[in-house]
């Protein structure tokens, strides 16, 4: 069954820790992306891949790391910097183009205690 | 940066009217505008999309029309049915990346 899986789906954490989702593809997609979504708001982009062992800033990177090790996997690590962690994050992949059309996973819902 | 609006926020239709959403942007080089539809606690899928060089596209219901002049296009939903509800989101492009509006609500009243 070919898709995005996303794990953890729920997920809860203490301030201070630093927390990794873990996003898998199988449908041998260049491109990954990590969004976030807020309540009442479209989705904000905090990175993409486009390349094995490459990997760019979206618009509210800043407390988020990543990596690209494999072509199927494109984990996110939700740092203690980062100041409102609690939110849903979605990752997603597309072929070759940028602007092509995204496949999402299920989401994880983080929520910071 | 790019600036997106989408209108209206909410969107109340009666079963079998039609549905409009408007996506506005700022980027003149836009070429790419998708609609995704996220039903409650799922995730966002593609709808349908269109490039620069059409002006209109239709798949069974649903229909996307560009105004690139005008920089709008436009999500109409006809013979709208109960599984139409959800949040629609535009999405068009500037800088290579996707700008996601802030969404639709759309709710089909029986």
């Known amino acids: 069954d070919g898709g995005i899986t996303q794990s953890p789906k729920y997920l809860f954490r203490k301030e201070g820790q630093n927390v990794t989702l873990s996003c898998e593809q199988n449908?041998?997609?260049?491109?990954m992306y990590w969004y976030r979504q807020d309540p009442g708001q479209g989705l904000r982009l905090i990175y993409y891949s486009q390349i094995v062992n490459d990997f760019q800033k979206g618009d509210i990177a800043e407390g988020y790391s990543v990596s690209r090790e494999k072509k199927e996997s494109f984990p996110l690590t939700v740092t203690s910097a980062q100041k409102n962690p609690t939110a849903f994050y979605l990752c997603?992949?597309?072929?070759?183009?940028?602007?092509?059309?995204?496949?999402f996973g299920e989401g994880s819902r983080l929520t910071v205690l | 940066g790019e600036n997106v609006e989408q209108h209206p926020s909410t969107l109340s239709v009666q079963e079998g009217d039609s549905a409009v959403i408007k996506c506005t942007y700022s980027?003149?080089?836009?070429?790419?505008f998708p609609w995704y539809k996220q039903e409650l606690g799922k995730r966002p899928q593609l709808i349908i999309d269109?490039?620069?060089n059409v002006g209109e596209k239709k798949d069974q219901r649903i229909a996307v029309t560009l105004n690139k002049t005008a920089k709008h296009f436009s999500l109409h939903i006809t013979e709208t049915q109960p599984e139409d509800s959800a949040v629609y989101f535009c999405a068009p492009d500037s800088n290579y990346q996707l700008i996601w509006g802030a969404g639709t609500k759309l709710i089909i009243k029986p």
């Open positions: 997603a992949s597309s072929g070759s183009s940028l602007t092509g059309e995204l496949f």
């Open positions: 269109i490039r620069s």
């Open positions: 449908l041998n997609h260049d491109a």
């Open positions: 980027d003149s080089a836009s070429n790419y």
